[in-house]
């Protein structure tokens, strides 16, 4: 190990975790300090609304890397301690006991927290979030206890991680309500056609949906929720809340350090901050989206690893990654959602098989230019369109539109 000061990276989660793992990797020789709130090393947060909350994985195979791997390559993992602040000036953290950390390089992979609803109410026991292992081991034993019946979930917000649990919960055995303040569930992640393609598969396996619904507050008994009461006096009886309403950066020690930040830290292509000296990655960043011509903070597995390899990168002075076109995935029953890019400056969509059952992918189009595709097991359209979106390759829209042309004739 090298004399210099160490990398410190704040955040041990699938960013953090990554980041550490590829500075080994591309023959970073220093120290490594990597620092997490929670009492876990880092671990993948996809399986607990998934296979985990049913039930169908155990808690190791959640882990990025064994417990033994971190000592064994020199990365020292300081688990259940929080950093307080950072001082850009001396170029060290501050714990939350008084420990203060010099750095060389920092990394910033705070990630996002769940946001809360301030509604009387939220404060009742049986009241949850998803966002830490924790909070998934909370809500499965919730929906899991034995105590009596059939537990009733309601679950407000009808975003992925929402409809996600929820198809987990039914798993279980589980009655579900979604509700949506918006007049369709997927409102800000997904077009129409895909929103009530989800919605209506989630009714055919017994969710029940409340639309443009307004929560006035939850209503408990003996301090445990009990029903959820909406703005149009009716009551809707529970056992379990979830609240599933987006995610907040956690970029408040950067803003304290005069970092700049706007709804999140502001990275460039590098994963750099407006501070030479330290990098931001994952959840947390606001960054650039060279394909889109726009920033914008993504919440995804894929953009945790793509800037962890750009903030390696940079650091050990190795090329700058390509860009990569955006991705995410969504797992609900038996359904596997892809989507790849943003459909940003879309002036039309071309449908590829049939939106009334699954195996079907919808193209966002800018002329003849495929920007974002939503594929409904239909793999083959997802990696293809993804290849294309990234190349910018104008396609022929009757051949796209065609389920019997090969994904790989459509280019024109
Ligand atoms: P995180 O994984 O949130 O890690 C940040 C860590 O930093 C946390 O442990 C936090 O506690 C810690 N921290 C924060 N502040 C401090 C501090 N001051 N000091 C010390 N530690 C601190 N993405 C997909 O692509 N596909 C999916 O299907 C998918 N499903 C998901 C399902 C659920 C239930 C959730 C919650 C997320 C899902 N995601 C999915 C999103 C994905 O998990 C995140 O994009 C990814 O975890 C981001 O990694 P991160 O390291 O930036 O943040």
Not at 73 to 90: I, P, Y
Not at 172 to 184: C, D, H, K, P, Q
Not at 261 to 273: E, N
Request: hydrophobic residues 45%; glycine residues 10%; aromatic residues 4%.
């Amino acid at each position: 190990m090298s004399d210099s000061a160490p990398i410190v990276i704040v955040g041990a989660g699938h960013a953090g975790g990554t980041a550490a793992a590829l500075l080994r990797q591309y023959g970073h020789a220093g120290a490594v300090i990597l620092i997490g709130d929670e009492p876990l090393g880092p671990y993948q947060r996809p399986p607990l609304s998934k296979a985990w909350l049913k039930g169908e994985a155990d808690g190791d195979s959640l882990r990025l890397k064994a417990p033994e791997w971190y000592a064994d390559n020199g990365v020292d993992l300081r688990l259940s301690q929080t950093v307080a602040a950072l001082d850009r000036a001396t170029r060290a953290v501050r714990l939350s006991d008084g420990e203060t950390i010099p750095y060389d390089h920092l990394i910033l992979a705070t990630g996002a927290r769940a946001r809360l609803l301030p509604i009387e109410g939220a404060d009742l026991n049986g009241v949850m979030v998803l966002r830490t292992a924790a909070d998934a081991e909370a809500l499965k034993a919730a929906l899991s206890s034995q105590r009596h019946r059939v537990k009733r979930l309601a679950v407000i917000g009808g975003g992925y991680v929402g409809l996600e649990a929820a198809a987990s919960a039914r798993a279980l055995g589980a009655e579900v309500v979604i509700l949506e303040r918006e007049s369709r569930i997927l409102a800000r992640v997904a077009c129409p056609v895909l929103s009530r393609f989800f919605q209506d598969y989630h009714r055919e396996r017994g969710v029940h949906f409340i639309l443009d619904a307004a929560v006035e507050r939850l209503i408990g008994e003996d301090g445990r929720v009990r029903g959820v009461r909406l703005a149009d006096g009716s009551v809707l009886d529970c056992d379990v809340v979830l609240v599933g309403v987006g995610a907040v950066p956690n970029d408040e020690l950067a803003r304290a350090a005069g970092l700049d930040c706007q709804d999140g830290i502001l990275v460039d292509l590098a994963a750099r901050t407006s501070d030479p000296a330290i990098f931001a990655i994952g959840d947390v960043t606001r960054r650039p989206m060279p394909l889109y011509d726009t920033v914008m903070r993504l919440e995804s597995v894929p953009n945790a690893l793509e800037q962890a390899r750009q903030a390696a990168a940079a650091i050990t002075g190795r090329p700058a990654p390509e860009p990569e076109t955006p991705w995410f995935w969504s797992d609900q029953y038996d359904l596997k959602l892809q989507i790849a890019g943003v459909p940003v400056g879309c002036d039309d969509m071309v449908v590829r098989g049939d939106p009334g059952a699954p195996g079907f992918a919808l193209f966002h189009m800018a002329g003849d230019v495929i920007r974002a595709v939503e594929a409904v097991n239909a793999p083959g359209e997802f990696l293809v369109g993804r290849q294309l979106i990234g190349r910018r390759t104008p396609v022929c829209r009757e051949r796209l539109a065609d389920r019997a042309t090969p994904m790989k004739s459509v280019a024109l």
